[in-house]
């Protein structure tokens, strides 16, 4: 067989090979596009019923431990205990956690909440760096406070130590610089006690954007669109990914993935998987993935459930620089979560976890931004060599950008009939218009910080960021 000949089975391979993943990739996300209706409409009605005063003030209320680990926090760190601090629940306690910061960190917490060091003594369940000591205040109005520091050994190992000082049933792990909902735990907690046939081993929340927007005493007073434009980008990412996304897995209990910025977890489940594993950037999903693997190897009856409320707002990376840093470590965390776990792999012992939750995540979320950069690279070297059929290309390039753009739009529909953060409607059209840019300038860029991150793996680059 000639080289010609070769060359050209090659491309069609290839040239197929691409049209079939894109073609499933499409199918995928209009079917969690559409099935995310159903989680989402059942979610509101049965909301609608819920009286969650009687929660808040009922002294047989789920307890629960916070968890923030902070390090280097010392410009807002007081400020944002406060708004921990102002959250309306009941039966609560706070735990943060000093990692071993550099600034005045551990200073301004003594001084702005009254602490003193004291004796507490620490079950070791899970392994972590030496605790220095155990701070609490002497003003019962921050009596639910507890202020741990520690040797410095990262956010995993933080929690880590958390745990180990945590007394309640339920830990709720979250940044330290998030601001949440006065009801946020309310709404959190409420599906831990919905279950009866299966146990509720974890549940996540919306992450949302605060850049911009008011913020006094740590409370956030007014909803704003961001003024620049890499978080206007990822607001509109955030609501495909946790609106339609997250609801969509939830509803077909196949979620691997709560966000570190705010989830919560049965903390039972949580010390039987030996907590958080120091050994990945990508400690939030490595934990439900084990969590989950856990149950199902124990073959118990088990959910993770989400929560579409906005009930985290957080600061998103307004530059490109920390954007790219932020998701160069996703990648290298989503690859160690799957390598780890790789006897999951269309594994029927593992139910929706291992033949639908792991190869979805394998191929469309790991391995997309691959296949994207070699099918970039590979359409300059076809096109060189004469091989592209422009009127197949031109016209199967419009639908996907047109595909992504409806999907685009879609997520914004279930926001504004849904809970409708951003009322204004220039505020809707600025989105709508942001999104139009996507392929050609924030996509790229993704993509390509992916890329980075894969080459970081090869690396052994272990650092996490700032």
Same mark, same amino acid.
């Given at each position: ?63 629960? /431990?916070? !968890?923030?680990?902070? $390090? &280097?926090?010392?410009?807002? =760190? *007081?400020? @944002?205990?406060? /708004?921990? !601090?102002?959250?309306? $629940? &009941?039966?609560?306690?706070? =735990? *943060?956690? @000093?990692?071993? /910061? ?365």
């Amino acid at each position: 067989m000639s080289w010609a000949a070769l060359y050209h089975i090659f491309f069609l391979i290839i040239t197929y090979g691409i049209f079939a993943y894109s073609s499933l990739l499409i199918l995928s996300y209009l079917f969690i596009g559409l099935y995310s209706i159903g989680e989402t409409r059942e979610y509101l009605h049965k909301n609608s019923f819920t009286d969650y005063r009687i929660l808040a003030v009922s002294p047989h209320s789920p307890s629960v /431990s916070i !968890l923030a680990p902070a $390090y &280097n926090e010392g410009m807002t =760190i *007081v400020e @944002n205990v406060r /708004s921990l !601090l102002s959250i309306y $629940y &009941n039966n609560l306690q706070l =735990i *943060v956690i @000093n990692d071993g /910061s550099k600034d005045e960190t551990l200073a301004r917490l003594i001084e702005g909440y009254e602490l003193e060091k004291v004796d507490f003594f620490v079950h070791y369940q899970i392994a972590c760096k030496p605790i220095r000591g155990i701070y609490k205040s002497r003003n019962p109005v921050y009596g639910r406070l507890i202020v741990v520091d520690k040797v410095n050994g990262g956010k995993a190992d933080a929690l880590n130590a958390g745990i180990n000082i945590a007394s309640h049933n339920y830990l709720v792990c979250i940044d330290v610089d998030c601001i949440l909902e006065q009801d946020a735990l309310l709404k959190m907690i409420k599906p831990f006690l919905e279950q009866t046939g299966e146990r509720m081993i974890a549940a996540g929340g919306v992450i949302r954007i605060a850049n911009s927007c008011e913020i006094q005493e740590g409370r956030l007073v007014r909803v704003r669109m961001p003024r620049d434009y890499l978080p206007r980008m990822q607001i509109l990412e955030y609501i495909r990914a946790f609106i339609l996304g997250r609801m969509a897995w939830s509803r077909l209990n196949g979620l691997m993935l709560i966000s570190g910025a705010f989830g919560a977890f049965d903390r039972e489940i949580v010390l039987k998987c030996g907590g958080y594993d120091h050994n990945t950037v990508g400690e939030d999903m490595e934990l439900v993935v084990r969590m989950r693997r856990y149950m199902e190897e124990q073959k118990l009856k088990y959910r993770v459930s989400f929560i579409p409320d906005p009930l985290c707002w957080t600061e998103a990376p307004a530059s490109f620089k920390i954007l790219g840093r932020q998701r160069n470590r996703w990648t290298r965390g989503t690859f160690e979560t799957l390598k780890f776990h790789r006897k999951m792999f269309f594994n029927p012992k593992y139910g929706i976890l291992g033949m639908l939750s792991y190869p979805y995540w394998f191929f469309f979320e790991m391995c997309s931004p691959l296949i994207e950069f070699c099918g970039f690279i590979l359409f300059f070297f076809f096109a060189l060599t004469g091989m592209i059929d422009w009127g197949f290309f031109s016209s199967f390039l419009l639908f996907v950008i047109l595909f992504g753009y409806l999907y685009s739009a879609f997520a914004v529909l279930m926001e504004v009939v849904t809970y409708n953060q951003y009322k204004r409607r220039t505020d809707v059209l600025l989105l709508l218009v942001t999104g139009l840019t996507e392929p050609f300038y924030f996509h790229p860029f993704v993509v390509w910080s992916a890329i980075k991150g894969f080459r970081d793996l090869i690396r052994k680059k272990k650092s996490w960021g700032e």
